[in-house]
């Protein structure tokens, strides 16, 4: 059974910084690719930023230069690290893994992030 948790959400200023972290277990974590995605109220979920497991990342246009995604896999943890948080980067933030022997995806529940002065 495949299980992602989440966890660093919480409310900051802009500006500030917060550090999400996702555990898996159950799925070939080293060879699996990975991603950070987040969904704002009333709006569609976004890939925010993904990982390949050659270590290739992208991110959305509006997260670049501020957020960093990276892979444990000693530890089977993605990283997300975001720096100078805005405002617009408010949204539920969910890790997503993809098993790279049946392609199926996986979700984990989601971390809320609240950016707010």
């Known amino acids: 059974q495949v299980q992602l948790v989440e966890s660093g959400g919480g409310l900051v200023q802009p500006g500030e910084s917060l550090r999400l972290s996702c555990v898996a277990s159950?799925?070939?974590?080293?060879?699996?690719?990975k991603g950070w995605y987040r969904q704002a109220p009333g709006k569609q979920r976004e890939l925010v930023a993904r990982?390949?497991?050659?270590?290739?990342?992208n991110y959305v246009d509006s997260v670049k230069g501020r957020f960093t995604i990276s892979t444990d896999n000693a530890k089977n943890t993605v990283n997300l690290q975001m720096n100078n948080l805005k405002a617009e980067d408010t949204a539920a933030y969910y890790c997503?893994?993809?098993?790279?022997?049946?392609?199926?995806?996986?979700w984990g529940q989601g971390t809320q992030v609240t950016v707010s002065s």
């Open positions: 159950g799925v070939s974590f080293g060879i699996a690719p």
């Open positions: 997503n893994v993809v098993d790279p022997w049946t392609g199926r995806t996986y």
């Open positions: 990982i390949t497991s050659r270590g290739s990342t």
